[in-house]
């Protein structure tokens, strides 16, 4: 809808189409999402699971959170052998933390492991209802064998109560991407790094990728995940981003407030530069 009153607007005044790109680049910035990870935090709420409160890693996520700059908590859950020699979120620590933060801000539980399936379902004895709303499941495409089971895998997570994302992996193709898969999901998840390994650098070959995938599919929300700062924020942005996860740029600064807000003044400056 927002895309389609650019056109018209454009059409209205006489706007060029680079000013039309630019209009359609800010209604992007206006619903820009950010999500935390709190992937680098996971050892320190592990240790404390039985006192997540008395935990630093907690106080410093619920000062973010409170600052009404976040619309959602990223947990990126691991296994092997989809992320090789790495356990990331323990079901208690999903459970904890759901029961902590659901009534904060929305979740996005990221389900970078073979059997995603197996993993919902043991949230399922845990989230009620009426809270699946609150949070998006998120599923790699290297999960599945097939396009059929992929969809099918979506469409389960929807089933259950709650959005659907897809995530692709940096070196894995761009086609099997496919435009079912793609459909049947709510957001798509670029990784702009390989998955598995918080504080990676941004690579720049994601940014054509991002440029692609919103190309192909401009009615679905596009999310990066991946070496996110004030400064690569704005290039997924150009490139058609309209939702980012962002872990350790924050969440290892020795300000992780003031880093927060930077993100959010990138934004805001992105959105002021764009304005016809």
């Given at each position: 809808m927002k895309t389609y009153l650019s056109v018209v607007v454009a059409f209205i005044y006489g706007v060029t189409s680079e000013q039309n790109l630019l209009v359609y680049q800010l209604n992007s910035v206006m619903s820009m999402s950010i999500s935390l990870s709190i992937l680098e935090y996971e050892p320190e709420l592990s240790r404390n699971i039985n006192n997540l409160r008395e935990?630093?890693?907690?106080?410093?996520?619920m000062k973010l959170v409170k600052t009404g700059r976040l619309s959602s908590i990223h947990i990126d859950v691991m296994r092997p052998p989809l992320i090789p020699n790495k356990t990331k979120?323990?079901?208690d620590l999903i459970r904890k933390l759901y029961e902590e933060f659901i009534k904060?801000?929305?979740l996005n539980v990221h389900l970078m492991v073979s059997d995603?399936?197996?993993i919902l379902e043991e949230m399922n004895e845990f989230i009620i209802?009426?809270?699946r709303v609150k949070i998006m499941v998120t599923?790699?495409?290297?999960s599945f064998g097939s396009e059929e089971e992929a969809v099918r895998a979506i469409k389960d997570v929807r089933r259950y109560g709650y959005k659907a994302g897809i995530g692709l992996n940096l070196p894995t193709p761009e086609e099997n991407l496919t435009e079912s898969i793609a459909e049947a999901a709510?957001?798509?998840l670029v990784m702009s790094v390989p998955m598995g390994l918080g504080g990676q650098k941004y690579c720049s070959e994601a940014t054509d990728r991002i440029r692609?995938?919103?190309k192909r599919f401009p009615n679905k929300i596009i999310e990066v995940d991946g070496g996110i700062n004030p400064e690569t924020i704005v290039e997924a942005l150009r490139a058609g981003a309209r939702g980012v996860v962002i872990g350790s740029y924050i969440t290892l600064s020795n300000n992780p407030i003031e880093a927060l807000l930077k993100i959010d003044n990138a934004i805001k400056s992105l959105k002021a530069h764009s304005i016809l």
């Open positions: 935990s630093w890693a907690f106080t410093n996520i979120f323990s079901m904060e801000i929305n995603p399936l197996s209802g009426d809270d599923v790699q495409v290297e709510d957001i798509i692609k995938i919103s």
